[in-house]
C-alpha cells in the first residue's frame, strides 16, 4: 500500500472527492428529469434527514481514528494503535444501530416537523416511507468510516478514495436504476420509486466495504494485523474515552452543518408560508437551496474534503512533536490553496449560473438566481473546514465548539429577519437565508483563525499577500468570461449547446487565471516550482517544460 505526502495526498483525495462530486452532480439530470419536481423534492427530505443522522453516527469516527492512529505511530505505540481500531468498529456498530432504531421508529414525527401543515406538495405519510427506506443506510456506512480512518491514520489515502468511488458508482446505479424500473416499467408510484432512490447509500456503502476489507486483508502484514505487539500502558477504557473525546467536536460540526442546512429548510418553508407564496414555490425555493444548489456546489466544497484527509494527520505529528513552524506553515497552505482553487470556481459557476442550472436541472428563472448566490456558500464552507480541522488536529475541542456554535447561532438568528429585509427590499425573500449562512460561517470560520493567533501565535500575513495578489488575475479572469458571454451564442433549452458554452468559457477563463497567477509568482509560491513542473509534465505528456 502505497503512502501519500500532503500535496499528492490532498491530489488523490481530492480527486477522488472531485469524481464523486461529479456523478453526483451528473446523475441528478436524467434523476431529476425522471421524477420531477415533486420526487426530487421528496428526495431531498429525506437525504437531508439523512445526513444529520449519518454525522451523529458516524461524521466523527474517521478522523478521530485517523488522528488516534498518527497520533500512536508517531509514539511507536503499535499495540494501543490496533486496540483502538477495534474498540472503534464497536463503538460505530452499536452507535448506528441506535441511530438506525430512532430514525425507523420515529419517520413521521420528523416527516410531521418537516411539512408542518403545509398542503398541496408531498404528504407526511410519503416523507415518513422514504426516511424509513434511508435509514438502512445508516447501519452500514458508520462501519466503511472508521476502516477508511484506519487508512488515512497510515497516509494511505489511494485505497479510501478509490472506496469513495465505488461507493458513488453503486449508489447513483441503485438510484436512476431503481427509479426507472420502479416508474416506467413496473409502474409503481412515486413515493416508491424515491424510497428505492435513497436505498442505494445502503447499496453503495456495502460495496465500499468489501472494497476497503478486501484491500486490508491482502496487506494486512503491512499494516500490523498479523504482529504480536507488546501491551502498552493504554488501557481499553482510557482509548475508548480517547475516540469518543476525539470524535465528538468533529460530530459536533457536522451536525451544525447539517442542522444548519435542516434549520434552514425548516424555517424557509414556514416563512415563505407565513409569506403567502404557494407550495409549489415555496417547495422548488427551499429544495434549491438546501439540496440541488448545494449538490452543484459540492465539486468546491470537495477541494477543502479532500484536503483535510491528509492535512489532519500531518498535523498531528507536527503538533506531537511541538513542530509550531511546520504547523503554521501547512496552516497557511491549506489556507492559500482553498482561496486560489475556489475563488475562480464560485465566480466562474455563479456567472454561468443559467446554463449549469439548465444541464442539471431544466431552464429557470428562479433557479439560477438561487445558485448564483449560494455557490459562494461553498467558499466560507471550505475555509470554515480547514480552520475547524485544524483546531481539531490540535485538540482545542472548546474553541471548536465556539466557532461552531457561534456561526450557528449567527446563521439561526439571521435567517428569518434577512428573509423578511429582502422582502422589503424588493428581492426574493428566501435570497436572505442564503446571506444568512454565509455570514454564519464566515463568523465561525474567522473565531478559529483568531483563537489560533491568540493561542499558538499563528500569522496569515502571507496568506493575506496571497488573497491580494489573486485580485489581478481574478478580476481579469471575469471580465475575459462576461465578454464572452456577450459574443458567444446560448441555447438554454439545449444540453448539449450549454456543455460546449460552459466548456469554451471554463477553459478560457481558467486559463487566462492559471497564466497571470503564474506570470506574477503566485501558483511557484504556493505549489513550488518542482511541483508545478511535475504536473505541467503529466498534463502535456512531457511536451511541454517550464
Not at 421528496?42 to 481514528?65: E, M, R
Not at 465556539?402 to 428573509?419: A, E, Q, R, Y
Amino acid at each position: 500500500m502505497k503512502k501519500s505526502g500532503f500535496l499528492e495526498g490532498t491530489i488523490i483525495a481530492t480527486l477522488a472527492i472531485v469524481i464523486t462530486k461529479i456523478m453526483g452532480m451528473l446523475y441528478v439530470i436524467p434523476f431529476y428529469s425522471l421524477v420531477g419536481e415533486k420526487g426530487s423534492a421528496l428526495y431531498a427530505y429525506a437525504y437531508n434527514i439523512y445526513i444529520i443522522f449519518l454525522d451523529i453516527s458516524s461524521a466523527g469516527l474517521p478522523i478521530a481514528i485517523s488522528k488516534i492512529i498518527k497520533e500512536y505511530n508517531t509514539l511507536k505505540m503499535y499495540d494501543a494503535k490496533m486496540r483502538a481500531y477495534k474498540i472503534g468498529k464497536k463503538i460505530v456498530t452499536i452507535l448506528s444501530v441506535i441511530i438506525f432504531c430512532l430514525l425507523f421508529i420515529f419517520a413521521k414525527q420528523i416527516a410531521t416537523l418537516i411539512l408542518g401543515d403545509l398542503r398541496g406538495g408531498n404528504t407526511i405519510a410519503d416523507v415518513t416511507f422514504v426516511i424509513r427506506a434511508v435509514s438502512f443506510a445508516i447501519l452500514v456506512v458508520p462501519y466503511l468510516s472508521v476502516s477508511k480512518g484506519f487508512l488515512q491514520g497510515h497516509n494511505i489515502i489511494n485505497i479510501s478514495s478509490i472506496s469513495q468511488v465505488i461507493e458513488q458508482i453503486i449508489r447513483i446505479a441503485v438510484i436512476l436504476g431503481g427509479s426507472y424500473i420502479a416508474l416506467r416499467i413496473l409502474h409503481l408510484s412515486l413515493r416508491n420509486a424515491i424510497g428505492i432512490a435513497v436505498f442505494g447509500a445502503c447499496a453503495g456503502g456495502l460495496a465500499a466495504i468489501f472494497y476497503i476489507l478486501k484491500n486490508m486483508h491482502k496487506n494486512k502484514k503491512e499494516l500490523g494485523f498479523d504482529e504480536v505487539y507488546k501491551k502498552d500502558s493504554v488501557t481499553d477504557k482510557e482509548l475508548a474515552k480517547k475516540i469518543i473525546t476525539y470524535a465528538i467536536p468533529f460530530i459536533v460540526i457536522a451536525i451544525a452543518a447539517s442542522i444548519n442546512n435542516f434549520m434552514d429548510m425548516v424555517m424557509i418553508l414556514r416563512t415563505l408560508e407565513y409569506m403567502g407564496l404557494d407550495s409549489a414555490t415555496i417547495e422548488f425555493a427551499t429544495t434549491s437551496i438546501t439540496t440541488w444548489s448545494a449538490k452543484i456546489g459540492m465539486i468546491v466544497n470537495s477541494v477543502a474534503l479532500g484536503m483535510t484527509t491528509s492535512l489532519i494527520p500531518i498535523i498531528v505529528e507536527a503538533f506531537t512533536l511541538k513542530n509550531w513552524q511546520e504547523v503554521n506553515n501547512k496552516v497557511n497552505k491549506a489556507l492559500q490553496l482553498i482561496l486560489i482553487i475556489c475563488i475562480p470556481m464560485c465566480i466562474g459557476l455563479s456567472l454561468l449560473s443559467k446554463s449549469v442550472w439548465s444541464i442539471f436541472y431544466s431552464v429557470s428563472t428562479t433557479g439560477p438566481v438561487i445558485f448564483s448566490i449560494h455557490i459562494f456558500v461553498s467558499l466560507f464552507f471550505n475555509l470554515f473546514t480547514i480552520t475547524s480541522s485544524t483546531l481539531q488536529s490540535m485538540n482545542k475541542f472548546s474553541a471548536v465548539y465556539k466557532s461552531t456554535i457561534g456561526g450557528f447561532i449567527t446563521n439561526v438568528c439571521l435567517n428569518i429577519p434577512l428573509m423578511f429585509l429582502f422582502k422589503f427590499l424588493g428581492f426574493a425573500p428566501y435570497l436572505g437565508a442564503i446571506f444568512a449562512t454565509m455570514i454564519g460561517y464566515i463568523v465561525a470560520f474567522t473565531i478559529a483563525l483568531k483563537i489560533l493567533q491568540k493561542d499558538h501565535h499563528l500569522e496569515y500575513k502571507d496568506t493575506l499577500k496571497i488573497l491580494g495578489k489573486l485580485i489581478v488575475p481574478t478580476i481579469t479572469m471575469v471580465l475575459t468570461v462576461t465578454v464572452l458571454k456577450m459574443i458567444i451564442p446560448i441555447q438554454l433549452y439545449s444540453k448539449i449547446s450549454c456543455i460546449l458554452y460552459i466548456g469554451i468559457l471554463s477553459v478560457v477563463g481558467a486559463l487566462v487565471y492559471l497564466g497571470i497567477s503564474y506570470k506574477m509568482g503566485i501558483l511557484e509560491h504556493v505549489f513550488g516550482k518542482s511541483y508545478i513542473k511535475k504536473i505541467v509534465k503529466k498534463l502535456t505528456f512531457g511536451k511541454i517544460s517550464i
